[in-house]
């Protein structure tokens, strides 16, 4: 059986189909039709809701994660519905735009809405309210304009424009439209007995015409469910494979969920290297994964929306093996490691070497990724990661590259550059990387290290961009790579003329 709180009021489901959306489940079953199907990809916002689970605090200068599990709060993120399983929600506190109001009081996220003219059409709006809502959950203060931004950044308007609306954000932390009475604090203290009660069951399974759910809490359970069906799908977050049902229209016959496995949630630092769980999240791990690499920052933002990295994992990710993902790249050239698991075996092997071809990887039957090992920076070294794709945001790769570079007497003495959407698998660029070698880092070594670019390459062309296009656009990173390092003062700038 199935349990979580819907606005604060405990929902049963015996019977579900393992395939079927919070979003289907919230407009066909329970009448809340305030959240809205505009894309079913996980695009457009209109179907954000929030999804409130018992705190997992992360420290913010190290980015480990604390044993707080008796921790009294409920920390609120913004999700996708129409690319959320329902099953996924088992344990969990969803809130609807219908669950915001405390009676004939509004929630500052409504009020300000409707005092700044932020609706048109009114389609989008619950979407952006939820978003605004999350946003007011998890900051004491106002937040800056980046803030704001990132938040309603998975959020797309066709009526009004944006001004309206980020105008509403920034008003709905006047003091003056503050409730009286928060029924978020004031009903956190049953709300917390109430999911601490349906989460301690270690095990859920549905079954529904054949097609079967497992969501187990321990690493060794999920080995073991793995060993019994090497034919199901692992679903994490749902990002992408979501959409072969919201999208493509099939059918999965065994799901088994990881985000309940503890394990594969956590994520660690030590003085060598970081340690991240394959279902820790984006939200959940990129503070400590820019404390050792932060010019990855940038890039992170860019995978997909807020929405997105508070569900999609690092697991996933690697995981689907697609040429496009925009995380292999980044942990080839960081010379990063996976952790395999199979039974009570586990066995490590580099990034580099788990792409074996288009969509296809080294695992093996019932084998799964445990956890991604990152390498902390070598001394000298330095970092860059930059994607180019047509939207600036919320946008799929043309070309995505990586670039890790030692450098002693401004000589490079080590070098990984790895690039995604260039081949048929994220790969290094072996050639480019031996021009570089040994080399001064002047603009005609550059120069050579970009012709030899197109003998680690040969792109493909497609609707994102042509194969020219390709090739020249990641030869030019190493310009902008080379000016950064060689003219820090000028980064803005590059940075503003990527962006253009």
């Known amino acids: ?139 004491d203060s106002p937040p800056n304009r980046h803030e704001i931004s990132e938040a309603l950044g998975g959020n797309l308007c066709r009526c009004t424009g944006y001004r309206p609306i980020i105008d509403a954000t920034v008003q709905m932390f006047d003091p003056q439209l503050s409730p009286s009475k928060d029924r978020f604090s004031e009903q ?15 095990h859920v399974r549905l079954v529904h015409n054949d097609k079967k759910y497992f969501a187990p809490t321990h690493l060794e359970d999920l080995a073991e469910l793995m060993l019994r069906h090497p034919n199901a799908r692992l679903v994490a977050g749902g990002t992408d494979l979501a959409l072969e049902f919201t999208q493509f229209l099939r059918e999965i016959d065994t799901l088994i969920y990881t985000g309940r496995v503890a394990d594969l949630k956590r994520v660690e630092t030590t003085d060598n290297e970081l340690s991240i769980g ?12 820019l404390a050792f690499y932060p010019d990855a920052r940038e890039l992170i933002e860019r995978i997909g929306s807020r929405q997105i990295r508070n569900q999609g994992t690092l697991g996933g990710n690697i995981g689907n093996a697609s040429p496009i993902g925009d995380m292999p790249p980044l942990l080839i050239a960081m010379n990063a490691q996976l952790v395999l698991r199979c039974g ?63 450098l002693k007497d401004n000589r490079v003495s080590g070098v990984r550059i790895a690039f995604g959407g260039m081949a048929e698998i994220p790969k290094r660029a072996l050639h480019c990387e031996q021009a570089l070698l040994q080399q001064p880092l002047s603009s005609d070594n550059i120069a050579n290290a970009a012709r030899a670019m197109s003998n680690d390459y040969q792109p493909i062309s497609d609707f994102r961009a ?14 902008r790579l080379h000016l950064e390092l060689t003219h820090p003062e000028n980064e803005h700038a590059t940075r503003v003329i990527n962006h253009a």
């Open 466 to 479: 042509s194969s020219e296009y390709r090739l020249k656009v990641s030869q030019n990173m190493l310009t």
């Open 188 to 202: 956190q203290s049953q709300w917390l007995t109430q999911l601490r009660t349906m989460n301690k069951e270690d």
């Open 344 to 406: 009570d075996a586990t066995r490590t092997i580099a990034v580099e070497d788990y792409f074996v071809g288009y969509k296809k990887t080294l695992l093996h039957a019932s084998e799964f990724i445990e956890k991604i090992i990152i390498p902390k920076p070598a001394k000298n070294s330095v970092f860059r990661a930059y994607k180019i794709s047509k939207r600036y945001e919320d946008d799929i790769s043309a070309s995505c590259g990586a670039f890790s570079l030692t």
């Open 278 to 289: 394959a279902a820790a999240t984006y939200s959940e791990f990129s503070p400590a994964l």
């Open 1 to 139: 059986m199935l349990e979580f709180l819907l606005n604060g009021v405990p929902q049963k489901v015996n019977h579900c189909d393992p395939n079927s959306t919070l979003l289907d489940h919230l407009r066909t079953q329970l009448n809340q039709n305030g959240t809205k199907e505009g894309c079913a990809s996980g695009d457009c916002g209109a179907c954000t809701v929030a999804v409130g689970e018992i705190s997992n605090e992360v420290d913010s200068e190290t980015g480990d994660q604390a044993d707080n599990s008796n921790e009294d709060n409920i920390h609120y993120k913004s999700v996708n519905a129409c690319i959320t399983l329902l099953a996924n929600l088992h344990g969990k506190h969803v809130i609807t735009v219908e669950g915001l109001a405390n009676g004939e009081q509004l929630h500052p996220s409504q009020q300000a809405m409707i005092d700044c003219h932020g609706s048109q059409c009114g389609f989008c709006t619950p979407g952006f309210v939820m978003s605004m809502f999350v946003l007011e959950r998890n900051h």
